[in-house]
């Protein structure tokens, strides 16, 4: 009966810290939810471009292949050619109505690289904000891992020290000493499996994800609502022929860092489709995931910054090319 006492007295405590090492919070993670999706409903026209078309030595000239597939891709490579042969006329025979054409070709492919750099904007917003929301369930979740483990620990303090008290009193009271040894080993067997369940500790949570870009990215379509035509076909055609897409890199890339792994189809699943329990480690990989996509579509306002100054400029290191003007029809030579 007293062995039995002792013993519960120890073990009860490691009920109780198994038991909360266990539990899974939901309720007060599931109140942070950030509607990242666009207030209002996007009606896409989609075209593919061709980003590899013959091109004349004079376009050439004029403007890089990179700004041409750019042009492909802004709807634009129509006024570029009409530029261009306006531009062949020469200062000496521009009439007003050339320079008032030359001034609306201008403004119109330089409306098409602004719009198309708000739509980038708004496309890196909208994946910074999921990744926001990511980013605070998974320190949440963290938050709750960490009190789980100072309970345990908390837990094991206490049964440590009651062991030796336990012990130390039954000694010196030369009480019977097969009883404080059963009692010394009961709480280093109670102390062993708290330190092995402060390790196991996991918390996760239910999120949700409909709209997901990462499923975009991963399994591709013709056309999608999450992105605009402009950034899907940049992400999906090559502009290299001989060199994969934008979006096969950042495939390779993912699974070259470990986001993702081959055998295992739950991962897929949980990134790619509409949601599932999430945990901390697994809210990291998709925040990184999003992070690395929203550099990516980032980048592509440096190719818009090369067809606008090419625009204005002129293709600079060509033969000291005679395009090389400032905007005024005047210094065309």
């Known amino acids: 009966m007293r062995k039995g006492f002792w013993l519960l007295s120890i073990l009860l405590p490691a009920f109780f810290a198994c038991k909360m090492g266990k539990t899974v919070v939901q309720n007060r993670l599931q109140q942070i939810s950030l509607n990242c999706a666009p207030t209002t409903p996007r009606n896409y026209v989609w075209q593919q471009p061709d980003l590899h078309q013959p091109l004349t030595p004079d376009e ?28 062949k ?53 963290r938050e709750k891992v960490g009190n789980a483990e100072r309970k345990i620990t908390v837990a094991a303090i206490i049964t440590g020290a009651a062991t030796g008290l336990l012990v130390g009193v039954m000694n010196l009271s030369k009480s019977n000493e097969n009883l404080s040894e059963e009692i010394a080993i009961a709480g280093g067997v109670v102390e062993a499996t708290l330190g092995i369940l402060s390790l196991k500790i996991e918390r996760n949570i ?12 991963w399994y591709g379509a013709d056309s999608t609502t999450n992105f605009p035509p402009l950034i899907w076909y940049y ?16 495939k390779a890339q993912w699974l070259s860092l470990d986001q993702l792994s081959l055998k295992d189809s739950s991962t897929y699943e949980l990134y790619f489709g509409n949601g599932g329990k999430y945990t901390a480690d697994a809210l990291n990989d998709r925040s990184s995931m999003l992070d690395q996509l929203e550099a990516l579509i980032s980048l592509m306002k440096k190719d818009l ?29």
Request: charged letters at 35%; aromatic letters at 6%; glycine letters at 6%.
């Open 60 to 87: 050439l000239v004029r403007f890089s292949k990179k700004s041409w597939q750019l042009a492909g891709l802004l709807g634009v490579e129509k006024q570029l050619r009409e530029l261009i042969e306006l531009e």
């Open 89 to 141: 006329k020469g200062k000496a025979a521009f009439t007003i109505e050339d320079r008032l054409h030359w001034l609306e070709l201008k403004q119109f492919v330089a409306d098409r690289v602004d719009l198309a750099s708000l739509e980038i904007s708004a496309t890196a917003a909208e994946l910074d904000c999921e990744e926001e929301r990511a980013d605070q369930l998974k320190e949440l979740l």
């Open 206 to 217: 239910q999120f949700e994800h409909p709209r997901n870009h990462l499923r975009d990215i």
């Open 235 to 250: 992400l999906n055609l090559p502009f290299n022929e001989d060199k994969p897409s934008l979006r096969e890199s950042l």
């Open 305 to 333: 910054q090369l067809i606008m100054k090419e625009l204005i400029e002129g293709r600079a290191g060509v033969g000291q090319t005679a395009y090389l003007f400032s905007g005024d029809p005047e210094k065309i030579t």
